[in-house]
């Protein structure tokens, strides 16, 4: 599977983003899909993710309640909808894809698309 993440941009604080992840392949909807993100000088960590099989969902602490993760798996893009926006969550965000059912690390995710920029201003 090919992915295509999109939707990044600047925003004030406070703000709202979705970012977009589009897939290629006839099997979208046998994968996890994942949201990672990479600040500057920081190693990439999970953000969100959410299961092929059932749809359930798993957030670090430091999105849950403020980012939400879908998929539509007739269109093959998986969503990432972030509200109230802090300028710690400035980073690149990189959509991922794994065959497991519940993948329990970064090393998990086999397919990774290219990364689009967040900047949150203060």
């Known amino acids: 599977v090919q992915l295509q993440a999109s939707g990044g941009g600047l925003v004030q604080a406070g703000g709202s983003l979705r970012l977009s992840c589009a897939a290629s392949g006839r099997t979208f909807s046998s994968y996890t899909m994942g949201w990672f993100r990479q600040a500057p000088g920081k190693e990439r960590e999970f953000a969100a993710g959410i299961s092929w099989s059932d749809s359930s969902t798993v957030y670090a602490d430091s999105v849950k309640g403020r980012f939400t993760i879908s998929r539509d798996n007739a269109k093959k893009v998986a969503y990432l909808q972030m509200n109230s926006l802090k300028p710690e969550d400035t980073a690149v965000y990189y959509c991922?894809?794994?065959?497991?059912?519940?993948?329990?690390?970064?090393?998990?995710?086999?397919?990774w698309g290219q990364g689009t920029l967040v900047t949150v201003s203060s």
């Open positions: 991922a894809a794994s065959r497991n059912m519940y993948p329990g690390s970064l090393a998990d995710y086999g397919y």
